[in-house]
Nanobody, 134 residues
Framework: VQLQASGGGLVQAGGSLRVSCTAS????????MGWFRQAPGKEREFVAA????????NYADFAKGRFTISRDNAKNMMYLEMNSLKPEDTAVYYC????????????????????????????WGQGTLVTVSS
């Protein structure tokens, strides 16, 4: 399984950026997916998650209203559109996947919590750096 995050870069505060995740070696359309980030000197934190069907999304409080997660199962890709970026959004952004067999068994009520926990994910990409200048 390979997850390739891309699209990071340098952006000014208030600007927008879209990062992408390309998946291979996994039945993407059956996999719950998520974005996490890790800022320098800080622990990795949850950003957003999306169910395998795309029917449900979940966001960290800091992401609500500014970030949008989406997926294209036909292209094996996931996206994170980030608007109104702040310097504190500077981090390496990682995409992660849950194995299909578990994704489909996870009921929605459980997913709301499990999707925010990094331990719930089986596969991780290498990350893409987003730097927001003030």
């Amino acid at each position: 399984v390979q997850l390739q995050a891309s699209g990071g870069g340098l952006v000014q505060a208030g600007g927008s950026l879209r990062v992408s995740c390309t998946a291979s070696g996994i039945t993407f359309r059956r996999s719950n997916m998520g974005w996490f980030r890790q800022a320098p000197g800080k622990e990795r934190e949850f950003v957003a998650a999306i169910r395998y069907s795309g029917s449900s999304t979940n966001y960290a409080d800091f992401a609500k209203g500014r970030f949008t997660i989406s997926r294209d199962n036909a292209k094996n890709m996931m996206y994170l559109e980030m608007n109104s970026l702040k310097p504190e959004d500077t981090a390496v952004y990682y995409c992660a996947a849950v194995r299909p067999s578990l994704s489909e068994r996870t009921i929605l009520s459980t997913w709301w919590t499990s999707s925010t926990q990094s331990s719930s994910y089986d596969y991780w990409g290498q990350g893409t750096l987003v730097t927001v200048s003030s």
